[in-house]
T-cell receptor, first 114, second 113 residues
Framework: DSGVTQTPKHLITATGQRVTLRCSPRSGDLSVYWYQQSLDQGLQFLIQYYNGEERAKGNILERFSAQQFPDLHSELNLSSLELGDSALYFC?????????????FGDGTRLSIL | GESVGLHLPTLSVQEGDNSIINCAYSNSASDYFIWYKQESGKGPQFIIDIRSNMDKRQGQRVTVLLNKTVKHLSLQIAATQPGDSAVYFCADGPGNQGGKLIFGQGTELSVKP
């Protein structure tokens, strides 16, 4: 058990809809990261938050947004969903946010768009 | 652009043999490298990491080797066990971009009993 909790485990929805994925980091970790894993793209970095502030950004679509709350949990919002958004979405956390270090991953949310 | 690639998509070994999984990276500014193991239905699990000021680092049954000259990284697993069967990913941390990690495509390791 990595200590990172993601909910829900599975999500099935339709094109055009909006969903929110939730992540609770390990106790003591200040950074949260979001990744997308699909068969053709592998694990792709989306965005990092550190202590409530955005720290680094990857190729995150404009339809996607994230935030980190004062209690350090994070949410990833995906809107105007398309079939291609079907993927596993992982959250990871680490202690600090200013340099690369081990990130500990949750077990992901599997998003299926019908 | 940045990329981290793996030499082989699949690797099959006999139980008890040593496994070597290879990875190439392209970003000369990378100063941090990490290996993860991912089992079916689970998130990536940290195995071992190494910073660019080191050539070798050992853990329990695992060793990571870093060759900065040819931008090559390898993961060696000693006495491979059936429980080692999984997909292995290398990742690269550019160091100046927060904690961002760039992942390779993964190598699926199968251990034959």
């Amino acid at each position: 058990d990595s200590g990172v909790t993601q909910t829900p485990k599975h999500l099935i929805t339709a094109t055009g809809q909006r969903v929110t994925l939730r992540c609770s980091p390990r106790s003591g970790d200040l950074s949260v990261y979001w990744y997308q894993q699909s068969l053709d793209q592998g694990l792709q970095f989306l965005i990092q938050y550190y202590n409530g502030e955005e720290r680094a950004k990857g190729n995150i679509l404009e339809r996607f947004s994230a935030q980190q709350f004062p209690d350090l949990h994070s949410e990833l919002n995906l809107s105007s969903l398309e079939l291609g958004d079907s993927a596993l979405y992982f959250c990871a956390s680490s202690v600090a946010g200013d340099r690369a270090q081990p990130q500990h991953f949750g077990d992901g949310t599997r998003l299926s768009i019908l | 652009g940045e990329s981290v690639g793996l030499h082989l998509p699949t690797l099959s070994v006999q139980e008890g043999d040593n496994s070597i999984i290879n990875c190439a990276y392209s970003n000369s500014a990378s100063d941090y490298f990490i290996w993860y193991k991912q089992e079916s239905g689970k998130g990536p699990q940290f195995i071992i990491d190494i910073r660019s000021n080191m050539d070798k680092r050992q853990g329990q049954r695992v060793t990571v080797l870093l060759n900065k000259t040819v931008k090559h990284l390898s993961l060696q697993i000693a006495a491979t066990q059936p429980g080692d069967s999984a997909v292995y990913f290398c990742a690269d941390g550019p160091g100046n971009q927060g904690g961002k990690l760039i992942f390779g495509q993964g190598t699926e390791l199968s251990v034959k009993p």
